[in-house]
């Protein structure tokens, strides 16, 4: 087994997790916005901590830091953020699992973006892949219980809302390979924690700034749910750090489609943690998504 498969189930698991403290965040009368800051305010000084001690105990020092690196950097963690956003509204409009579903659509999204942008080549066995979990997106996105034409339960706010999330994350993996790509010299590791340490900062400063500018008084909020939003700061470390180290060694598509395992977890925390039911429709999206992951990867 390659290395970026477990990194990316690693990764996967530590996703949901966060968003399951974002979605309680959310209840605890957070905005959007405050819920999104979160991530990033707690877990950002751990990520600079991390990459300093690993950069001197390696050797590996001070990184050279290209000019290609920033439009990739800065798209990347402008993209997250605003995905970020996209995916904690959803949760005011859908239940958890339906939530995370609308956000697998990055699965095909990256695969067109990463062609576009970085000249990734997609197998045909990957591309089927993605199509069977595609399907099981579709029966998911659906609610059991609505009526009416099909176009009706399909295109409302909620699908906007993760339509755009898929969009964005798209965006966000591609950039941040794209920005590890480019600093070249350094091993794996050093180089997907120094562009998240990066981005990360950048990210809590734009974030800040926005928030004393149009939501006063959330900051402060934020610090005051120190319990939670500090479990969430600490699994989006380990979650971005994962990802991170998966788009350097493998393209975004590949990474993002055997990242659709956070659905069936996101299933289970819907179930256990907020009561949610799992309908038969839904059941037979988690075999199609299950199939496409098995596929995704023995092909590999």
């Known amino acids: 087994m390659e290395l970026w498969i477990p990194i990316t189930l690693a990764a996967a698991t530590a996703q949901a997790l966060r968003f399951m403290l974002q979605k309680h965040l959310r209840g605890m009368q957070l905005s959007t916005a405050g819920a999104t800051f979160a991530r990033f305010i707690y877990s950002s000084p751990l990520v600079m901590v991390i990459a300093v001690i690993y950069a001197r105990a390696s050797g590996q020092g001070v990184p050279q830091v290209p000019a290609a690196f920033w439009p990739y950097a800065i798209a990347g963690g402008a993209s997250q953020i605003l995905a970020t956003m996209c995916v904690v509204a959803l949760f005011s409009h859908r239940n958890f699992a339906v939530g995370i579903t609308f956000k697998k659509t990055e699965v095909l999204l990256s695969a067109l973006i990463g062609f576009v942008i970085l000249g990734d080549m997609i197998t045909a066995w990957a591309i089927c892949a993605m199509l069977i979990g595609l399907v099981g997106v579709i029966l998911l996105s659906d609610p059991p219980n609505a009526t009416g034409a099909w176009h009706q339960r399909i295109f409302n706010k909620a699908t906007a809302l993760g339509l755009g999330a898929g969009l964005l994350f798209g965006v966000s993996g591609n950039g941040y390979r794209g920005a590890s790509l480019s600093l ?100 037979q999206g988690i075999i199609f998504l299950g199939i496409s992951i098995l596929v995704l990867v023995l092909v590999a």
């Open 184 to 283: 070249g010299a350094g091993d794996v590791f050093y180089r997907a924690i120094v562009t998240l340490a990066i981005v990360t900062a950048l990210q809590t400063l734009t974030m800040a700034i926005w928030l004393v500018w149009r939501e006063r008084g959330e900051v402060t909020r934020v610090f005051r749910a120190w319990r939670v939003a500090g479990l969430v700061g600490l699994t989006s470390m380990v979650g971005s750090i994962c990802w991170f180290n998966a788009y350097t060694l493998q393209t975004a598509a590949y990474v993002n489609a055997l990242g659709q395992v956070e659905l069936l977890l996101s299933l289970a925390i819907g179930s256990l943690a907020f009561g949610e039911k799992i309908s038969r429709r839904e059941w």
